[in-house]
């Protein structure tokens, strides 16, 4: 039972038990086979804060006309909040009361929440239904049920959230957050969906020469030099590494139709590969 | 700071972030601080071995609780601790049912909860109780009442848990830095790892008898190292690295009764890593 003073689980590869998990030899034998999809025909679609909910009924209204009308016909989807400038106004004042990463991520987290609600209030005739970060395991059961499951964006991180090299605003947001769990269901696909066009080559808002990309690839976006970029920079590191997700897509959602064509396989917006 | 502004579509509240995006990158440079704040700067967080020191049953965990009962009186201390072997056996389970990696993020805390409960049970006579998530802004309550936290490990980023930049295919946070990133917000005056090895060493003291005990090393250097196998997650480091409000943790042998009381006074008994952002 007890070898080298420690007690053994019977069966299991010693090498395995001996090293710590920090050892390159146990992380290289524990390599991953092929992971299984958990819910490969979702997809899971971000509705932004600051581009959409902070629009109030003008942008929200269409936009979710044409979500329930894909569901409808027979597109199956989860929806994820973004915050938006509420929570950029809490970010700042954590900020200048000089407050920790964990503690900002935490504070960043109440916003989304919010959002989610109201998406849900506005879409509970049609199924719409929250679903919070302990539920995600109800995934089949509310989408079975034909409801509309709704989320926040962001990952539930919070005081967990990490420092990073520069600069004390959490890395993980609604992005990092919604792009996670589509890696994790291995979703049909990914959509965030913005007030813009896609990527620019600067924020179009405050620079009318930037220029539209409509294709392009993470790596390149994170070795140009671009100071601005439309989506969370942790998002296009994580899908250089990720299984499951490799592309993004990012449509405007004040234009009609585009939702939709995207929600079809059609190259609306910007795509982002790995 | 509560002005609202219209006038391009969307309601911004008067903010200095008002309209950006918080992707750019002299945005984030121009939101540090040098003084960023602690939540409870006068604990020290234990972070206690799963495989190093619970699998080794009694003769190894009486002890330590016994030097932490005695200890409690005058340290301010919260317990963390790891999975050990069935930790390890979770993940050779479910790497082999193909589970994505958010799926063993989210279930590998499950034996550490064990182990939490074993400590919490054995502290209980001394005022060992279980320390959950939810009750993160409650601490001040226990400690205040004298009483010694016990929590997990295993920061709760479940099935958002990121992919790995080591190889394989295993989650790169594990117990360690979700410790260290219980204690960053707390701004901990110390963050101590109880293992059964007296430090980091240049080789496996096991296999090379030659091997050298590292005193002190910036994270960033032990990094560079990239030795096999440590006793610390590399997670860590990395964490470490950019941490604002603890700059530096220390490796302990805790099979030498001495040493934790010694270190939360301060000493070098085991490996002190430090963020090459330490003064």
Redesign the interface.
């Known amino acids: 039972m ?1 070898k080298d ?5 019977d069966g ?2 010693n090498a ?2 001996d ?18 999809a ?1 819910l490969p025909d979702v997809w899971v679609i971000k509705i932004g804060g ?2 959409v909910m ?3 009924r ?2 929200v209204y269409p936009i979710l006309e044409e979500l329930v009308a894909a569901k409808k016909n027979g597109v199956n989807f989860i929806l994820a909040a973004g915050g938006g ?2 929570a ?2 809490v ?3 954590g ?9 900002l991520a935490r504070l960043g987290a109440s916003v989304p929440v919010q959002n989610a609600r109201m998406l849900q209030i506005l879409t509970a005739k049609h199924g719409g239904i929250m679903c919070y ?1 302990e539920e ?1 395991e109800k995934l089949p059961f509310f989408l079975n049920a034909g409801c509309l499951p709704i989320t926040s964006g962001m ?15 959490p890395a ?2 609604t992005d990092a ?1 919604v792009y ?2 589509a ?2 269901l ?1 979703a049909k696909g990914v959509l965030y969906i913005k ?1 813009e066009d896609g990527l620019y080559t600067d ?1 179009p ?1 405050k620079n009318p020469d930037a220029e539209f990309i409509p294709e392009t690839t993470a790596s390149e976006l994170l070795n140009n030099g671009q ?8 998002v296009l590191e ?1 899908m250089m ?4 997700i490799k592309k993004l897509q990012i449509v405007n959602g004040l234009k009609q139709g585009q939702i939709t064509a995207a929600l079809n396989g059609e190259d609306v917006g910007t795509i982002i590969r790995a | ?1 509560s002005e609202l502004v219209k006038g ?6 008067s ?19 040098a ?5 409870v700067p006068d604990v020290n967080m234990i972070c206690v071995g799963g ?1 190093s020191i619970m ?3 009694a ?2 965990i009486i002890p330590l609780v016994d030097t932490i009962a005695k200890l409690n009186g005058n340290h301010r201390m919260v317990i963390g601790v790891g999975g050990g ?5 979770t ?2 389970i479910g ?9 063993l993020a989210r279930i590998v805390g499950g034996v550490e909860e064990n182990n939490r409960d074993i400590l919490q049970f054995l502290l209980a006579p001394h005022g060992g109780i279980t320390f959950v998530k939810d009750h ?1 802004q409650d601490l001040q309550l226990f400690l205040k009442n004298g009483m010694i936290p016990v929590c997990i490990g295993q ?16 989650p790169d946070n ?1 117990p360690d830095t ?1 410790l260290f ?2 204690a ?2 707390m ?1 901990a005056m110390s963050v101590i790892y109880v293992k ?1 090895v007296d430090g980091i060493y240049t080789e496996d003291p096991q296999k090379n008898p030659d091997a050298e005990l590292i005193r002190e090393i910036t994270a960033k250097e032990l990094l560079k190292m990239d030795l ?7 997670e860590l480091l990395r ?1 470490l ?5 603890v700059h530096q943790i220390q490796v302990i042998n805790g099979l030498k009764i001495d040493n934790l009381e010694r270190a939360l006074n301060g000493e070098l008994v085991g490996t002190i890593v430090k963020s090459s952002r330490a003064k």
């Open positions: 007890k003073g420690k007690i053994w689980i299991m590869d395995l038990s090293q710590s998990l920090s050892g390159h030899a146990i992380r290289e034998q524990l390599a991953a086979r092929d992971t299984v958990v600051q581009s902070d629009r109030g003008a942008a400038t509420r950029r106004h970010y700042s004042l900020l200048d009361l000089n407050m920790p990463t964990g503690m970060p995600l990952p539930p991180n919070e005081f967990w959230e990490k420092s990073q090299a520069e600069g004390l605003i993980n947001r957050g996670l769990m890696e994790f291995g007030d924020d808002k100071d601005d970029l439309i989506v969370e920079r942790v994580y590494r990720g299984d499951h | 700071m391009d579509g969307r309601t911004h509240i903010s200095g972030l008002m309209r950006e995006s918080l992707v750019s990158r002299r945005l984030l440079k121009e939101t540090d601080s003084s960023v704040k602690s939540m495989r699998d080794r049953g003769e190894a072997a069935r930790a390890r056996h993940y050779s790497i082999d049912l193909g589970l994505p990696i958010g799926g993160f920061p709760p980023y479940h099935f958002w848990e990121p992919p790995s930049l080591e190889a394989g295919q295993l594990g979700g990133l219980m960053e917000v701004g059964d096999p196998d440590m006793p610390i997650e590399r964490t690295e950019n941490a604002r409000t």
